[in-house]
C-alpha cells in the first residue's frame, strides 16, 4: 500500500501523541507526521495549507490525508476545530479522512462525530485501528484507481 502523503496529530497530552507518532512511524504509514496540541494550532495550519499560504520549500507543510483529532483540549476543543475546519475549501477537505480519537464513549459525541462525516475511535490508537481506517479509506480508492 502507498504512503499517504502526511498524517497530523492533534491532542493536548504528549504522551499520547508521542506513542501515536511511533506507532505511525513503525506501520511507515507517513514520512510527514505533525502534532498540534490544540484545535487552534491546528486550524491555522490548515488555513495555511489550504490557501497554500506557506515556504513552498518547507517540509513543516504538506496536506495531510489523515487527522487523528481528540475532543477535549484546551484553547479550541475537537468539535471547535471541525466546525472551523468545514469551512475550508471543500476541494482541499475531499483528499482528508478525519479521525476523531478521544477517550469519550458518550453518545452525544459519537453523533457529532457522525455529523462532520468523521470516524469515531476510542484511545488509545492501536495497529488494528490504523490499519482499518487505512483499509476503509485508502485501499478503496488504489482499487477504483
Do not use: C, W
Request: glycine content about 2%.
Amino acid at each position: 500500500m502507498r504512503k499517504l502523503s502526511g498524517v497530523l496529530l492533534i491532542d493536548d497530552d504528549d504522551t499520547t501523541n508521542f506513542l501515536n507518532r511511533r506507532l505511525l512511524e513503525r506501520m511507515e504509514v507517513t514520512e510527514n507526521i505533525r502534532v498540534f496540541v490544540n484545535g487552534k494550532q491546528a486550524f491555522d495550519y490548515l488555513y495555511n495549507v489550504s490557501n497554500k499560504n506557506y515556504e513552498h520549500t518547507s517540509k513543516d507543510y504538506f496536506q495531510p490525508e489523515l487527522i487523528f483529532l481528540d475532543i477535549n483540549m484546551p484553547v479550541m476543543d475537537g468539535f471547535e476545530m471541525l466546525d472551523l475546519y468545514e469551512r475550508l475549501n471543500p476541494e482541499f477537505r475531499k483528499g482528508i479522512m478525519m479521525a476523531v480519537l478521544t477517550t469519550s464513549t458518550h453518545p452525544q459525541d459519537t453523533d457529532n462525530s457522525k455529523k462532520y462525516a468523521a470516524e469515531y475511535l476510542t484511545k488509545p490508537l492501536t495497529a488494528e485501528k490504523v490499519n482499518m481506517l487505512l483499509e476503509k479509506h485508502f485501499r478503496q480508492e488504489e482499487r477504483e484507481a
